[in-house]
């Protein structure tokens, strides 16, 4: 149990994959444009990466080393799939505005990474908590990052057309660059300094 | 050369043969499922893209190529729709022009009655403002040529910082309904005949 929560943990913050590992950081700055966005993008990351996860720490003694990695992929291409069909059939509206995100899943290298590094060599219970802690960890930084590429870049925070706040002046003059990737950069890199230079993460 | 090894060499092969065999299964099995859902879903959106226009619309038909389209409400003809391609920033704009039961002689007798984008990959906070109602709203009500740019005489003024957005929307609008007209005008009186 002990070590299902020091799973999670490191998830979330001892290697939190896009602030600690910094993988996964194309989705990451692609879609964290509005906070709607980052929820669904989680919600697609941690099926795929925990239904991956089982299934690889599920197969882990019979995989042939050599071709593990393809293996791997196929895996997580077709969970990836499945996602994207089930979200174009039930969500139609979400599966819209994640667009093509959705299936650049299948090449998230936190999904390939945790698979190769941990639910390869892990028992299935550490792999579905390391799962979920990665998971958890992804979505806490892909929806603070785009909590504040939404604010700044278009002044108000909405989520799933629920009003929350404008700001003040903001909402008249929005820094549109935010919006842009290129904001992307600027808000992941002062997170990145903040965070470290608080200590909330240790610089390696 | 050495000699093949079976467990080296011929159990991944199999291995993975049988790993890509479960998952086409799987992939299979879910898109029977999910298959006829999108399908709906699509016809829906398209639907509720058509009756943003069209309130009263009970029922509408389209041509084979699926670009042209006639709106009932009962059995009176309510409008017509168009599907337009333009070409925007990040690539191709797909809009639905929604047109006004004018005669249809020429295209100078078109008046727009509202425009939707279908699809498109403008950036996000500015060219996607293209599907914002405060720049759709511009079209309505105008007549097929003054669909232009407010600098050069129209009556569509440009996004600000998207101004290849919004002339990608325009120019979809004019090249593709030049194109389709005749389209449309074969639709039209293919369902006056009958």
Partial sequence: MINLLKNLKNGLLTENPVFVLLLGLCPTLAVSTSIDNAFGMTAAVMFVLISANIIVSLIRGVTPDRVRIPVFIVIIASLVTIVDLSMKAFMPDLSKSLGIFIPLIVVNCIILGRAEAFASKNTLADSIADAFGMGIGFGLAITIISFFRQLLGTGEITVFGTHIFSAPGLFDNPMSVFILPMGAFLVLGCLLATLRYIGVIESG | ?194
């Avoid at chain 2, 190529?65 to 391609?85: Q, R």
């Fill in chain 2, 1 to 194: 050369m050495r000699k093949t090894n079976f467990k080296v060499d011929i159990i991944p092969i199999l291995f993975l043969t049988v790993v890509v065999c479960v998952s086409v299964i799987a992939l299979a099995y879910v898109n029977s499922i999910t298959y006829e859902k999108i399908e709906t879903a699509k016809l829906d959106a398209f639907k509720e893209k058509l009756s943003v226009h069209f309130a009263d619309m009970t029922d509408f038909t389209s041509n084979d190529a699926n670009d042209c389209y006639i709106v009932f409400t009962n059995d009176d003809i309510a409008g017509y729709a168009v599907k337009a391609t333009g070409s925007g920033y990040g690539g191709t704009i797909e809009l639905l022009v929604a047109l006004e039961p004018t005669n249809l002689i020429s295209t100078d007798d078109l008046i727009i009655r509202g425009l939707s984008v279908i699809s498109h990959s403008e950036t996000p906070g500015l060219g996607d403002k293209i599907t914002k109602s405060s720049f759709q709203n511009q079209f309505m009500g105008v007549a097929f040529s003054g669909i232009e740019l407010s600098k050069t005489g129209g009556a569509i003024d440009a996004i600000s910082g998207a101004t290849i957005s919004s002339k990608g929307v325009i120019n979809g609008i004019v090249s593709s309904i030049e194109a389709r007209f005749d389209s449309l005008v074969e639709l039209v009186s293919s369902v006056e005949v009958s």
